[in-house]
């Protein structure tokens, strides 16, 4: 694995592939979240939370691949920028880097990191919490005071303005990230056709509506607990 992965097409190819891994559960993570929303007092949201909860697949699989494809995308990230900077026998100083990429793609370490922030933010939250009731404390219930309790967390959590303004700000960043990404990716796989255009735009509009969607429900739930 770490033979093929010292090409630099292979850690191209490599880093797309956990991108597309991470986009597809960030908009299943929007899909439930958004049901959060509806007028029915998180019945839904709480049905639905329960069951990726407790179901095995989810916990004893699918939980543990997408932790180690966050850590694998960021790692092999940081490792992508090392090169190029090392690779590049010309500075940016030199030769107007500006003119030949978008500042996206010059800041992706940094927007990367302030995502990376978010993520711990978020475990402190919402993960560690969990895993604390459901391991240590051995309850599996999803029950308080006789209710499922998953939509009373998530309102508690956002009762704080200051930690409402930091999910809007990282999800601002998580929107500059993806709109230079979700096209990078498709590059990095040969995905240069007839569809092009159209993955552009589809891209672009991913990009800006998912996080656009989240920081919504984040301020939907300050304001309406």
Do not use: C
Not at 73 to 81: D, P, Q, W
Not at 130 to 141: H, M, R, V, Y
Not at 214 to 220: G, L, N, V, Y
């Amino acid at each position: 694995m770490g033979g093929i992965l010292n090409s630099s097409i292979a850690r191209k190819f490599a880093m797309a592939l956990s991108a597309f891994f991470l986009m597809f559960f960030l908009l299943q993570h929007f899909v439930i979240n958004i049901t959060s929303i509806l007028p029915n007092n998180g019945k839904t949201f709480n049905e639905i939370s329960h069951f990726m909860g407790t179901n095995p697949l989810i916990q004893y699989v699918m939980q543990p691949v997408l932790i180690f494809g966050v850590v694998f995308h960021f790692v092999m990230g940081f490792i992508l920028e090392l090169k190029n900077n090392s690779a590049r026998t010309v500075k940016y100083a030199k030769n107007n880097g500006a003119a030949n990429s978008t500042w996206m793609s010059r800041n992706m370490i940094w927007s990367g990191l302030a995502i990376l922030a978010f993520i711990v933010l978020h475990f402190i939250d919402f993960w560690f919490p969990e895993i604390n009731t459901k391991f240590i404390q051995g309850d599996w219930s999803g029950m308080h005071n006789g209710e499922y309790r998953y939509f009373e967390e998530l309102q508690h959590k956002f009762l704080n303005p200051a930690r409402v303004g930091a999910y809007v700000v990282a999800f601002g960043f998580l929107a500059m990230h993806l709109l230079h990404g979700f096209n990078s990716a498709f590059q990095s796989v040969g995905a240069n056709n007839k569809y092009t255009k159209g993955l552009k735009t589809f891209g672009k509009l991913y990009a800006i509506l998912i996080p656009l969607g989240f920081a919504a429900i984040a301020i939907f739930h300050h304001f309406n607990h």
